[in-house]
């Protein structure tokens, strides 16, 4: 069975700083997809980044960064320079034969 | 723009009245989900096509079904809702597991119908 854990219910930051949310995962797999979902309060779930299991490079969007530690089964996403319009609910997820695994979330808080 | 949509965006329905929910997409995704996300919960997937072919979730209670007639559509139908089928509902797309493809596992998400059972 796959199993996603965020172990943050809920996180803050100041505006501008750096955040880091965590994540692990459980799987028996070898290749996989690893993914960062945000879902802004009322508003659509839209894909933050992703990371193909076989690249060790870490995947970088923008201000969006993630630590994949494929040994330790973690997948850890960094906010730099946090804006107000990150605050949202991020919910990391797994996915095998097209079927998405999810964590159950972090809200995150963006104080000014 | 390419997107998926959903209709709509509230329902509220009376304790037992069959209610059907809609999804539509332009992005000619070969593969469309229904999931179910209660108040701050991840979603849940309940079923999804992949083309004609429908996947159950072997959790997913026999009071929602899905329908799917062309790509572009697929429906959620909910037979006899109950108070704990309160939820929002999520359609998502993707375009499959095949290798080679643009970002083949990336799943798109519509806004969402925020059900309520009176």
């Known amino acids: 069975a796959q199993t996603v854990t965020q172990s943050q219910p809920e996180m803050s930051v100041q505006e501008a700083e750096t955040v880091t949310l965590s994540c692990t995962y459980d799987?028996?797999?070898?290749?996989?997809?690893l993914f960062w979902y945000k879902q802004p309060p009322s508003r659509q779930m839209i894909l933050v980044i992703r990371?193909?299991?076989?690249?060790?490079q870490n995947a970088t969007e923008n201000r969006f960064s993630v630590n994949f530690q494929k040994a330790a089964k973690s997948f850890s996403l960094k906010i730099s320079d946090s804006q107000l319009g990150d605050a949202a609910m991020y919910f990391c997820?797994?996915?095998?034969?097209?079927?998405?695994?999810f964590g159950t979330g972090t809200r995150l808080t963006v104080i000014p | 723009d390419a997107m998926v949509i959903q209709n709509p965006r509230y329902q509220v329905t009376q304790f037992g009245k069959p209610v059907t929910l809609s999804c539509s997409q332009t992005?000619?995704?070969?593969?469309m989900y229904w999931y179910q996300q209660k108040s701050s919960q991840a979603p849940k997937l309940l079923f999804h096509?992949?083309?004609?072919?429908?996947?159950n979730e072997a959790d997913t209670p026999d009071n929602f079904q899905s329908r799917r007639p062309n790509t572009s559509f697929c429906f959620l139908d909910i037979r006899s809702p109950g108070l704990g089928d309160a939820a929002m509902y999520l359609c998502?797309?993707?375009?499959?597991?095949?290798?080679?493809?643009?970002?083949?596992?990336?799943?798109?998400f519509g806004p969402g119908t925020r059900l309520t059972v009176t």
């Open positions: 998502a797309t993707s375009s499959g597991g095949t290798a080679g493809g643009p970002r083949p596992y990336e799943q798109y």
């Open positions: 799987t028996s797999e070898s290749d996989y997809y």
């Open positions: 990371q193909e299991a076989y690249k060790q």
């Open positions: 997820a797994y996915i095998r034969a097209n079927n998405l695994f």
């Open positions: 992005l000619n995704h070969n593969v």
């Open positions: 096509y992949y083309d004609k072919d429908f996947n």
